[in-house]
């Protein structure tokens, strides 16, 4: 039973509860509980279904299907609560009411995970731009940040635009600054600047990173730039805003006494300040599969309250020793200890959404220890993970969640073998060896998952981790925590120069690995289904096999695992089978793409830049926008372009001034024709007309052939956006 094995998790049935009722004194309540436990680790699994489940409609749900869940719902919890008493009473048999108790209960985790995701959507609701803005944007500046362009990113929130009614203002919105060279104000302080807003971006093309559910989760309603310099129209606000200038000003000065990236490093590693890191940096990062661990998350929480909880419980053995009157229980104390850092740690890196989610993590572990349970274990991991998709249910769909409990769940898998084996090591090399080990089995965990998310595989980045990650655990953060501890008193010189040491080391490791030949492979991007078949099927035959030690086919827990590892092969064979799309044409007109044998020729060498970027890299081609153009597909002028289709078919782009004007001439019988601007008149065209106008109100398209000629699919069309 779940409740007396530990990590054991298959689920008990009713028939086991009904032999052991046979054979011992077990009681009701005892009863419950275990199934309770046996349970529990499921959890997180059933309400992360039902996220995904809303995730996947095609439309918000309506009041017919929240009463269909509800009636749903009423019949599954008198079902649940009838299996028992049907079962004593000889009306049904005892594997129907185990299973009628665990399909239920399931099934209800379910619909609780929909009404989650859509509680949590309706908490989050704030308008969104639906048009083109230009002129002055005032409000509270809340977050200072880095774009993927290298540019300071500005978020605000409390936002006032000019002639906007307050019932169609953003609750935020984020300018990138394109030509600030001026000091950066103070976050808390309310400013003015003018700027160009829109709404949030559509995806590239059907299938990639929808951004707009991002920014609707963080309340931001419009995203954009300004080229004028940064007015203030009243003082930084005081209270919380400035604590969080002080985690600022941490920042600044780490960067100032280690100096360099080295010591930008440094202030995202303590503080979450990442807006020092260039992007040259970030890239050599991606490259080499570093990128994680300047995103404050689980293994830097988990590194610093592990330094904490084993630097404090020494101490305390130490005192212990020396005669000093403590208490009983030190490891409990030092685990209160290491909690109290972490959630200092916590504040300090400007709480984000991966931040929160490790921290979660490592409470939920450290409080284990504290109420005398097993802190390593599956069910402390689906503690952690509940609550997360409980306060956070759009974690479900983040990169971040999936790859932090997939290496968590595999630190967990192989602790088990660890712990057999490092007994037998001399005791000065088991650090270094659990490190190297952890590392290890945490890259191999992630990397799937990476590779799917990121359409990139780096083949030394495993390499990279072993030399890295042991000095982080071993050098950098320790030295941040020696360091905080001395900062007060002047004296954190030394330990911020062995933590630019370990940083400098890391970004020599980086730009090393990064430069190796071949060190980076491109991958397309997966069909829709190929990262949830792959989590739900890692994640059940994870649990199947951890719930039975003897797999047998005829077995719930070996029909779950066959179930499982069927997901990831399907999950495989889709991802391996999919073909990428013959022509993508972006959202605005501005750029056309032709898959050839060659791979993506882009219309043109420039322009539309991103969208075109996201493409190659969805195709997984490593060729820049001008190699793509330089393929063999396109003839004509630079602003008027033509290439062939199969079946007789092409496709003509017009852009630049007076696109709409010379555009009509070429709508003809088997002709697709993109303008990047708005055409007035009427809509009968003989060709397949796409102008600016339809375009906005279709999203990028992707073209295929058919039997009877092309195939036009928008995102718009195909994709549920947020609201």
Request: positive net charge; contains cysteine.
């Amino acid at each position: 039973m779940a409740a007396m094995t530990g990590d054991r998790v298959a689920m008990p049935g009713f028939s086991d509860a009904r032999r052991m009722s046979r054979h011992a004194d077990v009681r009701p309540a005892r009863l419950a509980a275990s199934l309770r436990a046996g349970l529990f680790v499921w959890v997180p699994v059933c309400l992360a279904a039902g996220i995904a489940a809303w995730f996947a409609l095609p439309a918000p749900p309506g009041p017919g299907t929240w009463l269909a869940l509800a009636v749903l719902a009423a019949c599954l919890l008198a079902a649940r609560r009838l299996a028992l008493p049907w079962a004593g009473r000889g009306r049904i048999g005892w594997p129907m009411a185990d299973a009628l108790h665990t399909g239920t209960t399931g099934l209800l985790l379910v619909i609780a995970g929909f009404g989650l995701i859509e509680l949590r959507s309706a908490s989050v609701a704030a308008p969104v731009m639906e048009w083109r803005y230009y002129g002055p944007v005032e409000g509270r500046l809340v977050e200072i940040d880095r774009s993927a362009r290298d540019r300071i990113r500005l978020t605000l929130d409390r936002v006032v635009l000019r002639d906007t009614a307050t019932d169609r203002t953003p609750a935020m919105v984020r300018l990138s600054l394109m030509d600030n060279t001026d000091p950066l104000p103070p976050l808390g302080q309310r400013v003015m600047l003018t700027g160009h807003l829109g709404p949030p971006p559509a995806p590239a093309s059907p299938g990639s990173f929808d951004f707009r559910w991002l920014a609707w989760f963080e309340g931001l309603g419009g995203v954009g730039y300004s080229r004028t310099p940064i007015m203030t129209v009243a003082p930084a606000e005081g209270g919380l805003w400035a604590m969080h200038r002080a985690r600022m000003a941490i920042s600044q000065a780490i960067q100032t006494r280690i100096g360099g990236q080295e010591g930008a490093v440094a202030a995202a590693l303590t503080t979450g300040d990442r807006s020092g890191i260039a992007e040259a940096t970030n890239e050599s990062m991606r490259a080499s599969n570093l990128y994680h661990i300047i995103s404050i998350s689980g293994l830097h929480m988990s590194m610093l309250a592990g330094f904490v909880y084993t630097a404090l419980r020494m101490a305390l053995v130490l005192a212990q020793g020396l005669g000093a009157p403590l208490p009983q229980g030190i490891h409990k104390i030092a685990a209160l200890g290491a909690l109290l850092a972490s959630g200092a740690y916590l504040w300090l890196s400007g709480g984000g959404v991966a931040t929160e989610r490790a921290f979660v993590m490592v409470a939920v572990m450290l409080l284990a220890i504290i109420a005398d349970r097993r802190a390593i274990s599956l069910r402390t991991v689906a503690l952690a993970a509940t609550i997360i998709l409980i306060y956070s249910p759009e974690a479900v769909t983040h990169p971040g969640f999936h790859m932090s409990f997939a290496a968590t769940v595999a630190l967990i898998l192989s602790y088990g073998p660890w712990s057999r084996i490092s007994p037998h090591m001399p005791f000065w090399l088991r650090p270094v060896a659990m490190l190297l080990v952890s590392s290890l089995v945490a890259s191999v965990a992630t990397s799937p998952l990476a590779a799917a998310h990121f359409n990139r595989m780096s083949q030394y980045g495993l390499l990279a981790n072993l030399l890295v990650v042991p000095v982080m655990g071993a050098l950098v953060m320790p030295a941040g925590v020696i360091g905080a501890l001395l900062a007060p008193v002047g004296l954190a010189g030394p330990a911020l120069w062995v933590m630019g040491l370990g940083t400098r080391w890391m970004l020599w490791v980086s730009d090393f690995v990064a430069g190796l030949g071949g060190a980076v492979t491109a991958l397309p991007l997966p069909p829709g289904p190929v990262i949830p078949l792959m989590c739900f099927g890692a994640t059940l035959a994870v649990l199947c096999w951890r719930g039975s030690l003897r797999i047998r086919p005829a077995t719930p827990a070996g029909a779950g695992m066959a179930a499982g590892i069927a997901m990831l092969v399907a999950s495989a064979l889709l991802w391996a089978t999919d073909r990428r799309p013959l022509l993508l044409i972006a959202p605005e007109g501005e750029a056309v793409g032709l898959m050839t044998a060659m791979g993506r020729a882009a219309s043109k060498p420039s322009g539309g830049a991103f969208i075109v970027g996201t493409w190659l890299q969805e195709d997984g081609d490593t060729a820049t926008q001008e190699e793509s153009a330089a393929r063999p597909a396109w003839q004509g002028d630079r602003r008027d372009r033509m290439a062939a289709l199969p079946q007789g078919w092409e496709i003509w782009h017009f852009t630049g001034k007076g696109a709409a004007d010379r555009a009509p001439a070429a709508c003809q019988a088997q002709r697709i024709v993109v303008v990047s601007e708005r055409l007035e008149g009427g809509t009968d065209w003989p060709c397949v007309m796409l102008d600016q106008s339809r375009l906005r109100r279709t999203g990028a398209v992707v073209v295929d052939m058919g039997e009877n000629g092309p195939v036009l699919r928008g995102v718009n069309d195909l994709l549920r956006s947020p609201g």
